[in-house]
């Protein structure tokens, strides 16, 4: 009976994340996918998003729509370049530490766990903040600026 009884709380917390994940996943695909056309921006990759499939946003983001301009190197800009570990988070911590000073909005996504594929509703809601911030014309001169000369929004 304890066991049952363990187990079903169980199931019940997993099921509300498995709801949590999907609500955040319907909301990257409605604010992203009219802006980023390749990649697609899917479902079964916003799961669990691969490091190259977020850089191939990211940089689909620079290109179609100018945010972040600036804050990458062309060599960090073709994903077979960004390869070990360390990369991919300095990488992404970038993206974040831009995004947290366009929007005023902190980012719980943390590029370390994104690198080992866990946080994929905070991942979610990291890349429904940059759509919203290019929805709403906001310009990331300033935070790139910012970001490239040291300053970052702490978290890693």
């Given at each position: 009976?304890?066991?049952?009884?363990?187990?079903s709380?169980?199931?019940s917390?997993?099921?509300?994340?498995?709801?949590?994940?999907?609500?955040?996943?319907?909301?990257?695909?409605?604010?992203?996918?009219s802006?980023?056309?390749?990649?697609?921006?899917?479902?079964?990759?916003l799961?669990?998003?691969?490091?190259?499939?977020?850089?191939?946003?990211?940089?689909?983001?620079?290109?179609?729509?100018?945010?972040?301009?600036?804050?990458?190197?062309?060599?960090?800009?073709?994903?077979?370049?960004?390869?070990?570990?360390?990369?991919?988070?300095?990488?992404?911590?970038k993206?974040?530490?831009?995004?947290?000073?366009?929007?005023?909005?902190?980012?719980?996504?943390?590029?370390?766990?994104?690198?080992a594929?866990?946080?994929?509703?905070?991942?979610?809601?990291?890349?429904?903040?940059?759509?919203?911030?290019i929805?709403?014309?906001?310009?990331s001169?300033?935070?790139?600026?910012?970001?490239?000369?040291?300053?970052?929004?702490?978290?890693?």
């Amino acid at each position: 009976f304890f066991f049952f009884f363990f187990n079903s709380n169980k199931q019940s917390s997993i099921m509300s994340e498995d709801k949590a994940l999907g609500d955040a996943i319907a909301k990257t695909i409605e604010l992203m996918g009219s802006l980023v056309k390749k990649p697609k921006i899917s479902e079964k990759l916003l799961k669990r998003p691969p490091f190259k499939y977020l850089h191939n946003i990211i940089t689909a983001v620079i290109t179609n729509h100018g945010f972040m301009k600036g804050l990458y190197t062309d060599e960090e800009m073709i994903a077979e370049n960004v390869k070990d570990k360390a990369a991919k988070i300095e990488f992404l911590s970038k993206a974040i530490s831009v995004t947290t000073l366009v929007t005023g909005k902190k980012v719980r996504a943390k590029p370390t766990k994104i690198v080992a594929g866990k946080e994929a509703e905070n991942t979610n809601k990291f890349l429904q903040l940059i759509a919203i911030a290019i929805k709403k014309k906001k310009s990331s001169d300033e935070a790139v600026e910012k970001v490239l000369a040291g300053e970052t929004s702490s978290s890693t």
